[in-house]
């Protein structure tokens, strides 16, 4: 007869993988546009915002608004792994389907290490909708907006109270997210205007471990901080600790309260898992196997929505 593993069901595997999928923290998606692809190439269009209102006259003026225009590509991705017979039949604590479960957390991380890549590329190779570096603090004039800076001049005499490595005081802490919030209430949109009013009620951060403790008692702290004369806990709704962040230098700053978000998801295809336990699939690889693919992309949305502020002691 042939084999099949009596310890396995492809729905209790399946069960394994998804429960794991979605417990993981996923912080890419806190500070990401979901887009739904159609395709392989999506052409992004930027709608620059309309003109300030005049008062009517003797007729009606007639105005466009600018577009910008941005190619982004899906790119796709696959973890296939087979689990041998032998390790099937000899496996006596249910291991083997913790590896299930595993599989799932490895793709629920892998999407946080992608944002990871592209949050630190955004000051060097990455580039934004608008030509420049995502990160800079010389942006392309867009419009009536000006030149922006979102990556700040370094903030300097941050000093270590935690023990951690680079790991910021709570003081230090509250200094850095008042002046991200007045950055952020500086940029304009391409008519001259203030951009960012609605998006910084929901301003959050993407932090490394070592600054956690910090950021965590600077949210929470019931005092104006005098030297941005701000109430943190009113301007800093959330924070996320991303632990592929290795500098201890770099925190990112996503101001969320708007349609615009600093950065983009893009999924032509939601994930595939397929589980192969027929007797041919297990006699053809001596085991089952796991297959998971898809297609999305993580890539920069509105520059003016994410800063980037360096810091060092």
């Not at 709570?170 to 007045?182: C, D, H, K, L, Y």
């Not at 009013?197 to 070592?210: C, E, K, Q, T, W």
């Not at 595939?272 to 998971?292: C, F, R």
Request: net charge neutral; proline share 5%; charged share 15%.
């Amino acid at each position: 007869m042939p084999w099949t593993p009596d310890n396995l069901t492809v729905k209790g595997a399946l069960a394994a993988f998804h429960q794991a999928l979605e417990v993981s923290p996923a912080v890419y998606a806190n500070h990401c546009m979901t887009i739904r692809s159609t395709t392989d190439t999506e052409a992004f269009v930027f709608p620059g915002f309309q003109p300030t209102p005049r008062q009517f006259l003797d007729s009606r003026q007639f105005q466009g608004a600018r577009d910008f225009r941005y190619n982004v590509t899906n790119n796709e991705y696959e973890l296939s792994m087979v689990t041998t017979r032998k390790t099937w039949e000899d496996d006596q604590t249910g291991l083997i389907n913790a590896r299930y479960s595993e599989t799932g957390e490895v793709w629920g991380a892998y999407k946080d290490s992608l944002f990871s890549t592209l949050l630190t590329a955004g000051d060097g190779a990455g580039l934004g909708w608008d030509g420049t570096t995502f990160h800079s603090n010389s942006h392309t004039a867009i419009g009536g907006s000006g030149v922006f800076k979102n990556k700040p001049d370094t903030i300097t005499g941050i000093t270590d109270s935690t023990g951690l490595l680079g790991g910021m005081t709570t003081a230090n802490a509250q200094s850095v997210i008042g002046r991200i919030r007045f950055a952020f209430v500086g940029f304009n949109d391409d008519q001259g205007r203030p951009f960012n009013f609605s998006a910084i009620r929901n301003m959050r951060a993407v932090i490394p471990a070592g600054h956690e403790r910090a950021v965590a008692e600077a949210s929470s702290a019931s005092i104006v901080v005098n030297t941005s004369n701000v109430y943190i806990p009113a301007i800093l709704q959330g924070y996320d600790v991303l632990p592929y962040l290795t500098t201890q230098t770099e925190l990112y700053f996503s101001a969320l309260g708007s349609v615009r978000k600093p950065f983009i998801y893009q999924e032509r295809t939601p994930l595939e898992v397929i589980v192969l336990t027929s007797p041919d699939a297990v006699a053809l690889h001596n085991g089952v196997m796991l297959l998971t693919r898809q297609r999305f992309v993580l890539t920069y949305g509105e520059p003016r929505r994410s800063i980037l502020q360096v810091v060092s002691a």
